[in-house]
């Protein structure tokens, strides 16, 4: 079983607040991914990190921001949260190499 | 055009029955391929990956990769009313910053 947490599960939050989804590895992974997904579609990738002070954007424009301060946690950050950024965030990891990503159980964000 | 590509379904079978799903890529240097099953809301969970061209079978699952024509399959053979959902097929592009997922093939097997 993969090692690797989201928090919060569930999360109803008004516009215009300040969000932060938490994710942790415990799998030493150098590399993090944050994809989102909306009910039914396909994932899109919104971030990823190969390492510690790695940060990349990925193929969908996204308004949050990551860091990657330490190698267990990648944060995702929303300065201001919109209606629009309701959706499913997925936080995944994987070592280098060509190997498979686990997944986390994802956050469900809605902003009302 | 998408890195990766696959038939959005819905693809219906009876139980007991081989679901059959299709993958293309279109990075001919890509190296590793995944094959994830995601039930609805849930998260994607890995359940096959392959690396050489050839079949590569685990139980009641089989993948089939030709990297001449850039596509990758998986076989579910005994189809059950467990197997239904989507199922995402995952390439490694060959210069490894990133796993591309494709947009899914629902799967939905009746009883």
């Known amino acids: 079983e993969a090692d690797i947490y989201q928090t919060p599960r569930y999360l109803v939050i008004g516009t215009g607040k300040k969000i932060t989804l938490e994710c942790s590895q415990t799998?030493?992974?150098?590399?993090m991914y944050w994809y989102q997904q909306d009910p039914g579609m396909e994932l899109h990738l919104i971030h990823y990190?190969?390492?510690?002070?790695?940060?990349e954007k990925g193929d969908l424009s996204s308004e949050s921001t990551v860091s990657r301060i330490r190698t267990e946690h990648f944060p995702l950050t929303l300065e201001s949260a919109r209606p629009s950024h309701t959706s499913q965030y997925l936080c995944?990891?994987?070592?280098?190499?060509?190997?498979?990503?686990?997944f986390g159980q994802g956050t469900r964000l809605t902003v009302v | 055009q998408k890195e990766v590509e696959q038939n959005s379904g819905p693809l219906s079978v009876p139980e007991g029955a081989i679901a059959s799903l299709n993958c293309t890529y279109s990075?001919?240097?890509?190296?590793?391929f995944f094959w994830y099953r995601q039930y609805s809301g849930k998260s994607p969970e890995l359940i096959m990956f392959i690396y050489s061209n050839g079949d590569k079978e685990d139980g009641r699952f089989t993948a089939q990769l030709n990297k001449a024509s850039q596509y990758v399959s998986l076989l579910i053979r005994d189809s059950q009313p467990s197997d239904s959902a989507t199922y995402l097929c995952a390439v490694n592009m060959w210069d490894d910053y990133k796993l591309s997922f494709g947009a899914g093939t629902t799967v939905t097997v009746r009883a």
């Open positions: 995944a990891s994987s070592e280098q190499g060509q190997t498979e990503a686990f």
């Open positions: 990190s190969y390492g510690v002070n790695s940060t």
């Open positions: 799998m030493g992974h150098d590399k």
């Open positions: 990075d001919r240097g890509s190296q590793s």
